[in-house]
């Protein structure tokens, strides 16, 4: 028996989802999670999230899901960091495709949980699952929206899981602390951790990286791409409540619930008109591509490429992988190598 983790928002959320099942439970085997291919502009020129067709060499998981191998690969113009991921993370990662709406979804997550014979736990990075949708650093409510709702739909016991509190830039810390009151957090231990370390050391997430940067011990201000966060005392932290009381706090996917659209397209029209954010369009605008600066590849030095960092920086002690290399004129495949440069094998790069 085994229980279902939900990454609520895509992206990078499996790798925290990793740390969070090292958390939550004790089990010899892999834990099962499934997870939109929801990801960043520079990863894919498709918006919105990836469903089977984007895909070849799927496998079948759990109640017959799609599941992501080392040998899956995206259609082109898509891209998908999930087959590295199915190679460098510890875990079963299963596709979630809401192309069908939300009742399709439902159904989809309700034949894994009961293949797997667990419960589900969904766990969101960051906390942007908890949203009242008119907080002026929320830019994605709906992937995590989606998520409640269709879990709720499925009537099976589910518990959400908030990783991090603020460390996406969405929310801030003590605005979502007063929305867990009450609640006792966990508290992951490096080896949990460590469990994500070899997909870290490439991948381009910024809130997965921040946790586990947070419960390796780091501390202080780090630069993003879109935000600059705070690490605290809190930021290791994983706090759980549940689902009921999460499905209160988000307007979205109370009235998912309610009106119960039919198609993806309704879904994000009315997340949309509750938010003024539509769930399918493109991140382009928020995070515009960068042209590579004539002569960038001569920031492959060590010293002056530290140097531009701290300018950049403005005085944040760390900056993210994500955001050193776009700050450098680079691509985020080169993460590796500008890690191998600067001789960090940690999530973040401290600058002081």
């Known amino acids: 028996m085994s229980d279902l983790y939900v990454a609520a928002g895509g992206g990078g959320d499996p790798l925290g989802t990793l740390i969070a099942a090292r958390t939550v439970t004790v089990a010899p085997d892999p834990p099962l999670i499934a997870t939109y291919a929801w990801e960043r502009p520079e990863i894919s020129d498709t918006p919105g999230p990836l469903g089977e067709r984007h895909f070849t060499?799927?496998?079948?998981?759990?109640?017959?899901?799609?599941?992501?191998?080392?040998?899956?690969?995206?259609?082109?113009?898509?891209?998908?960091?999930?087959?590295?991921?199915?190679?460098?993370?510890?875990?079963?990662?299963?596709?979630?495709?809401?192309?069908?709406?939300?009742?399709?979804?439902?159904?989809?997550?309700?034949?894994?949980?009961?293949?797997?014979g667990g419960r589900i736990r969904i766990v969101?990075?960051?906390?942007?699952?908890?949203?009242?949708?008119?907080?002026?650093?929320?830019?994605?409510?709906?992937?995590?929206?989606?998520?409640?709702?269709?879990?709720?739909?499925?009537?099976?016991?589910?518990?959400?899981?908030?990783?991090?509190?603020?460390?996406?830039?969405?929310?801030?810390?003590?605005?979502?602390?007063?929305?867990?009151?009450?609640?006792?957090p966990l508290t992951p231990g490096p080896a949990a951790a460590s469990a994500a370390a070899r997909a870290l050391a490439w991948h381009p997430s910024e809130a997965s990286a921040l946790w586990a940067a947070a419960v390796h011990g780091a501390r202080g201000t780090v630069r993003a791409v879109n935000h600059t966060a705070e690490l605290t005392g809190v930021s290791p932290k994983l706090y759980h409540l549940p689902l009921d009381e999460a499905v209160a706090h988000n307007p979205v996917a109370r009235a998912l619930l309610a009106e119960r659209p039919e198609t993806l397209e309704e879904a994000a029209d009315l997340s949309h008109r509750l938010?003024?954010?539509?769930?399918?369009?493109?991140?382009?605008?928020?995070?515009?591509?960068?042209?590579?600066p004539a002569g960038g590849t001569a920031f492959l030095d060590r010293d002056v490429a530290l140097k531009a960092l701290r300018e950049a920086a403005a005085g944040a002690e760390h900056v993210t992988f994500r955001y050193a290399a776009r700050s450098l004129g680079l691509a985020w495949t080169d993460i590796p190598a500008l890690r191998e440069l600067l001789g960090s094998d940690t999530p973040l790069l401290r600058l002081t």
């Not at 995590?144 to 908030?162: K, Q, R, S």
């Open 275 to 292: 938010t003024g954010i539509h769930g399918l369009a493109s991140e382009q605008a928020r995070t515009p591509r960068q042209v590579p």
């Open 57 to 116: 060499g799927l496998a079948r998981g759990a109640g017959g899901a799609p599941a992501f191998t080392p040998g899956t690969r995206a259609r082109r113009p898509a891209g998908s960091t999930l087959p590295g991921l199915a190679a460098d993370l510890p875990a079963r990662l299963l596709l979630l495709d809401p192309a069908g709406g939300l009742t399709a979804l439902a159904g989809r997550i309700e034949a894994m949980a009961e293949a797997a």
């Open 124 to 184: 969101d990075i960051g906390g942007d699952i908890l949203t009242h949708g008119d907080e002026p650093g929320l830019c994605s409510p709906f992937g995590d929206a989606l998520t409640l709702a269709a879990c709720h739909l499925t009537g099976i016991p589910t518990t959400v899981y908030v990783a991090g509190p603020g460390l996406d830039g969405e929310i801030d810390e003590r605005t979502l602390l007063a929305r867990l009151p009450g609640c006792h």
